[in-house]
């Protein structure tokens, strides 16, 4: 079985980078951004709209850790390595956030951290009564 925190990212001159992948506060579950990791913390895919879909598939298995799912998403930051690549990534990116109720979503271009990297997605979602 997956967890948590087999989804974060590989350590860094022997320390894993100093972060949380989830926080609960103030009836949200915040975390921290996803990159297109798969089981053996490689970069799975090599064009953004596989990597968008790793991204997502790693969002909503710790959304399912905290008994959420995708439909909880209220927000999400995206940063994209080329802006070349904003069509490919929103196709995917709807595929995974169908409607009606969308989560607001800001989309930058951006350096990203790991090479061979395209995406990084960071979602916030709202708790469900009774979560704390």
């Given at each position: 079985m997956t967890t948590?925190?087999?989804?974060?990212?590989?350590?860094?001159?022997?320390?894993?980078?100093?972060?949380?992948?989830?926080?609960?506060?103030?009836?949200?579950l915040y975390m921290s951004g996803q990159l297109p990791f798969g089981p053996d913390m490689t970069i799975m895919g090599e064009d953004v709209a596989t990597q968008t879909r790793v991204c997502v598939g790693?969002?909503?298995?710790?959304?399912?850790?905290?008994?959420?799912?995708?439909?909880?998403?209220t927000k999400t930051t995206i940063w994209l390595a080329r802006v070349e690549d904003f069509a490919a990534f929103n196709h995917a990116y709807a595929e995974a956030f169908p409607g009606p109720e969308l989560?607001?979503?800001s989309t930058v271009r951006a350096d990203l951290m790991v090479p061979g990297a395209l995406v990084e997605i960071e979602a916030l979602a709202m708790l469900r009564e009774g979560q704390s």
């Open positions: 948590s925190h087999d989804l974060a990212p590989p350590p860094v001159d022997g320390r894993r980078p100093h972060f949380a992948l989830t926080r609960k506060a103030n009836g949200f790693n969002i909503a298995h710790l959304l399912a850790e905290h008994g959420l799912d995708l439909s909880d998403v989560p607001a979503r």
